[in-house]
């Protein structure tokens, strides 16, 4: 069974810095591209950030320079280094798996939430 | 950047009502479309992935349609538990992008 587990969520101030993990079970993980989409409470999904297998790495314009998306194949696990935050980025902060080829996301854990405030 | 714009960003309907719900793209996405439903407090659930494919274990009441840049997720006749959000996203870009939602109500 494939399962996603974000943890490492909390309060921060403006200007902080937070990193978010995702554990990954159930499937080969290092085949997968694993990307964080946030929901800000009340708004709708947005995109944030992508990872390939392969490491490549991708991001929405409005984190791009403050987050940084890694993983470790070894121990299945996904990061998202998050500085410089700002109160917009306050949202609940989903890891998601590729259904290849399609780029659809099947698998979603369950969120790790962010808030960003003085 | 790819953007998406659904229509509408809200309805009213009844059980056993038809609704159809247009996701548009701002360039050619080809079929890189996906539908998605999401309940209160709940991920987003898989519907509908290259525009047409039912995922496995969705009922067969829900369709897609479309390629290019106008797309459509049709309800054939709404069933209590499918009144809900509904968000489609595009992944024809390494940037993926999702509309804005359609929530979908009780009338």
């Not at chain 1, 993980?29 to 709708?44: D, E, L, N, T």
């Not at chain 1, 590729?98 to 960003?116: A, F, I």
Request: hydrophobic share 30%.
């Amino acid at each position: 069974e494939v399962q996603l587990l974000e943890s490492g969520g909390g309060l921060v101030q403006p200007g902080g810095s937070l990193r978010l993990s995702c554990a990954a079970s159930g499937f080969t993980f290092s085949r997968y591209g694993i990307s964080w989409v946030r929901q800000a409470p009340g708004k709708g999904l947005e995109w944030v950030s992508a990872i390939s297998g392969s490491g490549d790495t991708y991001y929405t314009d409005s984190v791009k320079g403050r987050f940084t998306i890694s993983r470790d194949n070894s121990n299945n696990m996904l990061y998202l280094q998050m500085s410089s935050l700002r109160p917009e980025d306050t949202a609940l902060y989903y890891c998601a798996r590729d259904l290849l080829p399609s780029g659809s996301y099947l698998y979603w854990g369950q969120g790790t939430l962010v808030t960003v405030s003085s | 950047d790819i953007q998406m714009t659904q229509s509408p960003s809200s309805l009213s309907a009844s059980v056993g009502d038809r609704v159809t719900i247009t996701c548009r793209a701002s360039q050619n996405i080809d079929k890189f479309l996906s539908w998605y439903q999401q309940k209160p407090g709940k991920a987003p659930k898989l519907l509908i992935y290259t525009a047409s494919s039912l995922q496995s274990g969705v009922p067969s009441r829900f369709s897609g349609s479309g390629s290019g840049t106008d797309f459509t997720l049709t309800i054939s006749s709404l069933q209590p538990d499918d009144f809900a959000t509904y968000y489609c996203q595009q992944s024809y870009s390494l940037h993926y992008s999702f509309g804005q939602g359609t929530r979908l109500g009780i009338k």
